[in-house]
T-cell receptor, first 111, second 111 residues
């Protein structure tokens, strides 16, 4: 499972509330990614990181921010959650030119 | 632009063979991945092709034709546990590990 954990696994929150999702890895992978998965859209990249404090935007980054202060942790923050951010969020990791491996996912419901 | 196409749904019978196609149009190409995703779970890596031809791994094989922008995943001796979604993903450039995903093909295997 590439030593990836995500927390929380499930969360229900209200519109306008800040939310932070955590991805933790134990195998020192360089790259980390946040995706969201919605019916009819497949997996879409939100943000990714190629090292500590090095991050960049993916295709659906609006409304999301990330931080990576340690190799093993990659945080995804929804500053003010909206109902359109209800989704399943997956973290993934990889080494350079390697396969991406996914964490178990976080189900987020924004009411 | 970027476009990855897969059939939305397929059905097959236990013990049979099924082929899931994927066509892609991307600005670059540095490898094609297939993932399996059971309902409510994370995607898991199945296969990787970067050169033309067939890669075989047990009951699963994956084929790539770069000139045609085409790949397929072949599943032999289907089992009930193969009922899942199958995701095709392309890595566009050599110096990034970002993947572009298709929307996935949901395969149902019937007894």
């Amino acid at each position: 499972d590439a030593g990836i954990t995500q927390s929380p696994r499930h969360k229900v929150t209200e519109t306008g509330t800040p939310v932070t999702l955590r991805c933790h890895q134990t195998e020192n992978h360089r790259y980390m990614y946040w995706y969201r998965q919605d019916p009819g859209h497949g997996l879409r990249l939100i943000h990714y990181s190629y090292g500590v404090k090095d991050t960049d935007k993916g295709e659906v980054s609006d409304g999301y921010s990330v931080s990576r202060s340690k190799t093993e942790d990659f945080l995804l923050t929804l500053e003010s959650a909206t109902s359109s951010q209800t989704s399943v969020y997956f973290c993934a990791v990889s080494g350079t030119q390697e396969t991406q491996y996914f964490g178990p996912g976080t189900r987020l419901l924004v009411l | 632009g970027q476009n990855i196409d897969q059939p939305t749904e397929m059905t097959a019978t236990e013990g049979a063979i099924v082929q899931i196609n994927c066509t892609y149009q991307t600005s670059g190409f540095n490898g094609l991945f297939w993932y399996q995703q059971h309902a409510g779970e994370a995607p898991t890596f199945l296969s990787y092709n970067v050169l033309d031809g067939l890669e075989e791994k047990g009951r699963f094989s994956s084929f790539l034709s770069r000139s045609k922008g085409y790949s397929y995943l072949l599943l032999k001796e289907l089992q009930m546990k193969d009922s899942a979604s199958y995701l095709c993903a392309v890595r566009e450039r050599w110096n990034t590990d970002k993947l572009i995903f298709g929307t996935g093909t949901r395969l149902q295997v019937f007894p």
